[in-house]
């Protein structure tokens, strides 16, 4: 019986062939499902971002702001943001389909973060839009001390919603606990001080009601005088 030396070479390397092709065929599939997932998401972002800063500018949410530079307005912040936790998102998935977990984690935990910073600038933009609205509220009023009640509710209504943006971002960032205690300290030395203009600001008022209660007792006895 003829012994075949070849095979027990052979087949070994057969073997590695057949491995070596599986293995390329699985990544090139990882690789051209990844370029796809890149692809739609690429696409995707685009449409949401330009959708959302259409939708932002029909709303003229700038106007309230009143911030004049196109690469500062929120608008377009927002847009951005949201174009790229799209993006981020599908590179995300992408990674994990090429088995690269460092990367499909760290993006991961980027894109769960993301909707905080984006959750504090829609906190500080409408933060900021009730501020201007109170402060001209106030100010319209042309009572004793309005330009400085306008602006002390102005800067506390801002502050409010610096506090409550920073506390949506997380301890991570800042020491919250410190923006709190910062915060009970204001809304007392604000208490304070509106107690205060509000008694020169009634003083004021009565102050004037008097005088014109005087005047036109005075004007009225004259006229009976002439009478």
Do not use: C
């Not at 599939?29 to 500018?57: Q, S, T």
């Amino acid at each position: 019986m003829p012994v075949n030396i070849v095979e027990p070479v052979i087949s070994p390397v057969k073997g590695g062939l057949y491995s070596a092709v599986a293995t390329m065929t699985g990544m090139l599939d990882n690789i051209v499902a990844a370029a796809i997932l890149l692809i739609v998401g690429v696409i995707v972002g685009k449409v949401i971002g330009a959708a959302i800063l259409e939708l932002l500018k029909r709303f003229k949410i700038d106007s309230y702001v009143g911030i004049k530079r196109e690469h500062l307005k929120v608008s377009k912040l927002i847009s951005d943001i949201s174009r790229w936790l799209i993006y981020l998102l599908f590179l995300s998935e992408a990674a994990a389909v090429l088995e690269i977990q460092i990367i499909a984690n760290a993006l991961t935990s980027l894109v769960n973060y993301l909707p905080n910073v984006l959750t504090a600038i829609l906190v500080l933009t409408v933060g900021y839009v009730v501020a201007r609205y109170i402060e001209d509220a106030i100010e319209d009023t042309h009572v004793a001390y309005s330009g400085l009640m306008s602006r002390v509710f102005f800067f506390f209504v801002v502050y409010l919603s610096a506090a409550i943006a920073l506390n949506s971002l997380g301890s991570r960032i800042i020491n919250t606990v410190l923006v709190d205690q910062i915060l009970l300290i204001i809304v007392a030395t604000f208490g304070v001080g509106l107690s205060i203009a509000m008694g020169l600001g009634f003083k004021s008022m009565f102050k004037s009601l008097g005088d014109e209660i005087g005047r036109d007792l005075v004007s009225g006895l004259k006229r009976k005088r002439k009478a």
